[in-house]
């Protein structure tokens, strides 16, 4: 590991994720990483609950670790890779709570519980989320604006008074490659730094969860229906 992130989610951290692995930094972890891999839902819930975890073993095959839920335990990152840098993504603090609201804390309510029975994969993974960032690092205070917003500013402040200044880049994606490439001492790539993972997009993917969601149930019902209606037609003959 030789770049932690401790940012929030919605401070650019996919982009983050996307300009690090071209700089030669990769892979790069992301809460992306934990969907594509089950088997560290529990590892994640460990670090929760305050028990120890074996980050060498969790990050063996990654160069780098954004977003959450890395960014949350990035002092124990810190401890565990002693030669890693941090970067630490900011945004106006109004619009990352916006952002944030919209997108990513709508997966937090966006599935009914009967429906995360049916998929227990995802259900493990949104009690991890909710152990690791809305219940653990906002104290269940999220949609208090105002609370919320004094967790992130004082996230900054916190990273910035426990962090050497000769190993802490705090940084804006919109600055691009100049801030990131001096800190990190390498080339500056001649395209465009990455943006990706808008609201926008995000919000349709949300969208249409909804509906799938909100389907699935009369999807069933109809089929009950159908099936109850041929057994009675059967029954006849």
Not at 72 to 101: C, G
Not at 156 to 181: N, Q, S, Y
Not at 205 to 234: D, N
Request: glycine share 6%.
């Amino acid at each position: 590991m030789r770049v932690i992130g401790s940012g929030f989610g919605r401070t650019g951290t996919l982009s983050l994720k996307y300009a690090l692995e071209e700089l030669g930094f990769a892979p790069c972890y992301h809460m992306e990483e934990v969907l594509k891999r089950p088997a560290h839902v529990p590892v994640w819930q460990e670090a929760a609950r305050g028990r120890p975890v074996d980050w060498h073993r969790l990050f063996a095959d990654y160069d780098a670790a954004v977003d959450f839920p890395a960014s949350v335990v990035y002092r124990d990152l810190m401890a565990a890779f002693p030669d890693a840098v941090v970067v630490h993504t900011v945004r106006d603090p109004d619009r990352w709570y916006e952002s944030t609201l919209e997108t990513i804390y709508q997966g937090s309510t966006l599935f009914p519980r009967w429906w995360l029975r049916l998929v227990p994969r995802l259900g493990r993974w949104i009690e991890m989320v909710d152990l690791m960032v809305w219940d653990g690092l906002f104290d269940g205070q999220f949609e208090n604006r105002e609370r919320a917003i004094e967790r992130f500013e004082s996230w900054t402040a916190e990273v910035i008074a426990t962090v050497p200044p000769e190993r802490l880049l705090v940084f804006e994606v919109k600055d691009g490659w100049g801030p990131l490439c001096e800190f990190l001492d390498v080339l500056q790539p001649d395209r465009e730094f990455p943006n990706v993972n808008d609201r926008e997009s995000m919000q349709r993917r949300f969208r249409r969860a909804r509906v799938v969601t909100r389907a699935v149930p009369v999807v069933g019902i109809g089929l009950f229906a159908f099936v109850c209606g041929l057994i009675r037609r059967l029954r006849r003959r």
